[in-house]
């Protein structure tokens, strides 16, 4: 695995991370019963996949999956400015989750074409779980498409959910969401973050933070 590779790898395993997180909070308060238990199992698969990520840099930088995903200073994070926001309304939400999974399978698309069998591998067993969250991203937006609330957030959310994907996708991105890349402005650095990330990280880390060092869990 070469630097760029990994480097790439970081940042998705930072989104799906986050992404997760965000997605747990929905759990005892989603509006249906059955959204309790999708929302809850899409949280978990995305925090699962960013441990398979994690654990391929991880083997490539010396280090664990553990001290990736919570020992690292949070200006370090790579995640998108998408996936660090804490929405609460359930509109915005399923618009992030269908900009995300979309923006999500075009990476994964790319990513099962890697000449790396690893990589690749990892890629298509991941595409194969992530199928289940576009089939439930697509169903919530068949049923909201029409709703002015919801096609507000889409496009208030759309300039954040280019940077979800390279620059080389993004009008691939744009042209399978029938939106345009011509927004007045470029898409957010993975280096800059919400003034919401610095909470979430102290939430995500916190008991991690609180044992000593060299602990083993």
């Keep these: 695995m070469n630097e760029q590779d990994?480097?790439?790898?970081?940042?998705?395993?930072?989104?799906?991370?986050?992404?997760g997180w965000r997605d747990s909070e929905w759990t005892g308060i989603a509006p249906f019963l059955e959204?309790?238990?999708?929302?809850?199992?899409?949280a978990q698969n995305e925090i699962g996949h960013a441990r398979a990520l994690y654990e391929l840099v991880a083997r490539e930088h010396g280090t664990t999956a553990d001290e990736l995903a919570f020992d690292?200073?949070?200006?370090?994070?790579?995640?998108?400015?998408?996936?660090?926001?804490?929405?609460?309304?359930?509109?915005?939400?399923?618009?992030?989750?269908?900009?995300?999974?979309?923006?999500?399978?075009?990476r994964l698309e790319r990513l099962k074409e890697s000449s790396d069998p690893e990589i690749a591998?990892?890629?298509?067993?991941?595409?194969?779980?992530?199928?289940?969250?576009?089939?439930?991203?697509?169903?919530w937006f068949d049923r909201l498409q029409n709703e002015p609330r919801f096609t507000a957030a889409l496009q208030d959310l759309w300039?954040?959910?280019?940077?979800?994907?390279?620059?080389?996708?993004?009008?691939?991105?744009?042209?399978?969401?029938?939106?345009?890349?011509?927004?007045?402005?470029?898409?957010?650095?993975?280096?800059?973050h919400t003034a919401e990330f610095p909470e979430l990280w102290e939430e995500m880390t916190v008991v991690r933070r609180s044992q000593p060092a060299g602990t083993r869990w």
């Design 35 to 42: 959204e309790d238990v999708a929302f809850s199992s899409i």
């Design 159 to 192: 300039l954040l959910a280019q940077a979800v994907v390279p620059d080389d996708l993004r009008p691939q991105f744009a042209a399978r969401m029938g939106l345009s890349t011509e927004s007045g402005s470029e898409p957010q650095s993975r280096t800059e």
């Design 121 to 139: 591998g990892l890629a298509a067993k991941i595409d194969r779980e992530e199928a289940y969250h576009r089939i439930h991203a697509q169903m």
């Design 72 to 106: 690292r200073a949070p200006d370090t994070y790579r995640c998108t400015q998408l996936v660090e926001l804490r929405l609460m309304e359930w509109e915005k939400t399923i618009a992030r989750h269908y900009l995300y999974e979309t923006a999500d399978g075009l």
């Design 6 to 19: 990994a480097r790439s790898l970081l940042e998705i395993a930072d989104d799906e991370l986050v992404l």
